[in-house]
C-alpha cells in the first residue's frame, strides 16, 4: 500500500514542478507529503500541492483525516540514488547497513559520480577522531539512511 500510494502522489506531482521527498502516514490519521525544489519550497508551492492532492486523495479514495504538505528542511533525507548525485558536494550524513572498522554512522563531504553507462560511485570524505582524512566507499545499497547535515551558526544560515 505504501509503495502504491507514493506511486500515486508521484504520478499527480508530474508537471507541478516540485519533487516528491517522502510520503508518510502518521498517527490520528495524518498523511504528511515532503516536497522540495532546486530552488527551495516555498509557501505557495505548499499550498498548491495540497489543494491538488487532495482532490486526487479523494477521487482515488486515499484515506487520511488530515495532509501535511512541507519542505524537507535543512536536514532533508537522501532516499533516492539521484540524490546523492545532485547533493553531491554537499556535507551529509549516513548510516551504512553493515559496520565499517566498527562504526554504521559517518559525516562528511559526499562525492558521487556517474559514467557512461549509468553506473554511479559514491564515497564519503569524512575526518576521523585523530583528524586525518579518510574516504569510505560505498554503493547505495549499503546506506541505510542518509540526509543532509548542514553546520549551522547561531543565526542558522550555513556556513
Given at each position: ?139 547505495f545499497d549499503d546506506v541505510e539512511r542518509a540526509k543532509l547535515d548542514p553546520i549551522l551558526d547561531?543565526k542558522g544560515k550555513k556556513r
Amino acid at each position: 500500500m505504501a509503495a502504491e500510494l507514493i506511486a500515486l502522489t508521484q504520478e499527480a506531482l508530474v508537471g507541478m514542478d516540485v519533487e516528491l521527498v517522502d510520503v508518510e502516514r502518521a498517527p490520528g490519521g495524518l498523511l504528511r507529503v515532503t516536497i522540495d525544489r532546486p530552488e527551495g519550497v516555498r509557501i505557495e508551492d505548499c499550498e498548491r500541492v495540497s489543494k491538488h492532492l487532495s482532490r486526487v486523495f479523494e477521487v482515488e479514495d486515499i484515506d487520511y483525516l488530515r495532509l501535511e504538505v512541507g519542505s524537507p528542511g535543512v536536514d532533508r533525507p537522501l532516499k533516492r540514488p539521484e540524490d546523492f548525485l545532485r547533493f553531491a558536494g554537499e556535507r551529509v550524513e549516513i548510516r551504512l547497513r553493515q559496520a565499517v572498522d566498527n562504526r554504521k554512522v559517518f559525516t562528511g563531504v559526499l562525492q558521487a559520480s556517474q559514467d557512461e553507462s549509468g553506473s554511479a560511485a559514491y564515497s564519503l570524505k569524512y575526518e576521523t577522531q585523530s583528524g586525518e582524512l579518510q574516504v569510505l566507499g560505498f554503493t547505495f545499497d549499503d546506506v541505510e539512511r542518509a540526509k543532509l547535515d548542514p553546520i549551522l551558526d547561531f543565526k542558522g544560515k550555513k556556513r
